[in-house]
């Protein structure tokens, strides 16, 4: 379908293996693993995202006149509101009260991940703005009778030009560690008044002193032991939280072998079994935390492999950022400030958008004010030094 330009035509595909990895990349980039065909493939391949979880493949390509690939959009047709951490039951259940039909709707995201990054991922040598993708996937919408586009945990720059060529805007907050340039994790405890300092050590104390010994492992150091090992922890926090268990035992097999030494696996061992785990993948200057489960009580553990051992490795791998997942006002304490996090969507009928448009305006206005106040609660010395 073009996108209302004679030179550039959308195509929807219904695999990640009808668009060649070399051009998805090169629409992707290297930063966000998350967005490459390698994860993306490991999530379909792997039986992960797709009919039986519900996230069935549409991926958007805009090419040329020429068949080139411009852009590409990691795009999903849902008949629910599952696996994605921006939620929006709410106008669903509205809608469907009103005589409409929400479901089934597009989601542009990487599945069961709350972890930012790009979305609408347009090639840095063509001359393609993200509203221009944006623009062709309202026009796929509309063709397809569908209720909604939805671009979740995109980049502030997109959120930014989607919002001005019409589309909502919503607000949301995560916590993230940022790297001062910290030599050690001293010297980052330095940068924290001396309570929450106290506070930390402690919890690391407590941790290491539990008779565990900490393994963190990369690419082709993480062996088929350790992934059965993980996988029965991931499971059994799906068991207690209620949850769906999306991800295969197959997912984590081809991770480790598509991304290689982007993947980071750190286990806590008792007696030479797992006993915990907690996944991250490495960007180029971000480590993302993932998945993590437990077997047994254990202090502090879920600090120390989580949040602790992830800052370890990002000063002494230099890298600026560590994401930890979603929601968490605990993490505060430990280093993770809040930050904003950015999704934006298409209503198609009139009547719902304008509902919707009332609400994020007011819920954006008291997001705000809720992370002004969270920041406040920053555990690093104040200009006193205190």
Known sequence: MPDGSTSLTLTLHRAIAEIGAADWDACAGVDNPFVSHAFLSALEDSGSAGRRTGWLPQHAALRDACGRVLAIAPMYAK?????????????????????????????????????????????????????????????????LDLSSVHVTFCRESEWTALGAAGWLQRLGVQFHWHNAGYASFDDFLEALSSRKRKTIRRERRDANAAGLDFLTLRGGEIRPQHWDAFYRFYTSTVDRKWGSAYLTRSFFTLLSERLGEAVVLMLAEHRGKPVAGALNLAGTDTLYGRNWGCRGEWPFLHFELCYYRAIDFAIANGLARVEAGAQGEHKIQRGYLPCPTYSAHWIGHRGLRDAIDDFLEDERRQMRARMAALAELSPFKDQDGA
């Open 79 to 143: 008949s629910h509101s599952y696996g994605e951490y921006v939620f929006d039951h709410g106008w669903a259940h509205a809608f469907e009260r009103a005589g409409g039909s929400y479901y089934p709707k597009l989601q542009v995201a990487v599945p069961f991940s709350p972890v930012p990054g790009p979305r609408l991922l347009c090639r840095p040598d063509a001359d393609i703005e993200p509203a221009t993708l944006g623009r062709a996937l309202v026009q796929a919408c509309r063709e």
